[in-house]
Nanobody, 119 residues
Framework: QVQLVESGGGLVQAGGSLRLSCAASGRTFTSYPMAWFRQVPGKERDLVARISASGGITAYADFVKGRFTVSRDNAKNTLYLQMNNMKPEDTAVYYC????????????WGQGTQVTVSS
């Protein structure tokens, strides 16, 4: 079992930056590929970025490429999402998630943190 807790959300102006953190506890953090998702009311949850268990492989949704960076510090059991040049359309609840290496779906989820970008 893995417990995930996000932090770092808030209100930012367009063009600004935020860094989200996701603190993990429970089973060995380094065993789990992880990801950030986001969701706005009435829409499905979208994958924003994902990162391998070691941190060596990352991937991004087209709508954040070049602006967001996912990283992890396995010594601190923490996942990060650095968000730069933010846009109003980035407004959403952001969730971190983890899955087992042999699993296809993300099965562990945080409670989410609200990010609001004003124009």
């Amino acid at each position: 079992q893995v417990q995930l807790v996000e932090s770092g959300g808030g209100l930012v102006q367009a063009g600004g930056s935020l860094r989200l953190s996701c603190a993990a506890s429970g089973r060995t953090f380094t065993s789990y590929p992880m990801a950030w998702f986001r969701q706005v009311p009435g829409k499905e949850r979208d994958l924003v970025a994902r990162i391998s268990a070691s941190g060596g492989i990352t991937a991004y949704a087209d709508f954040v490429k070049g602006r967001f960076t996912v990283s992890r510090d396995n010594a601190k059991n923490t996942l990060y999402l650095q968000m730069n040049n933010m846009k109003p359309e980035d407004t959403a609840v952001y969730y971190c998630a983890a899955r087992g290496k042999t699993e296809l779906k993300y099965t562990y989820w945080g409670q989410g943190t609200q990010v609001t970008v004003s124009s």
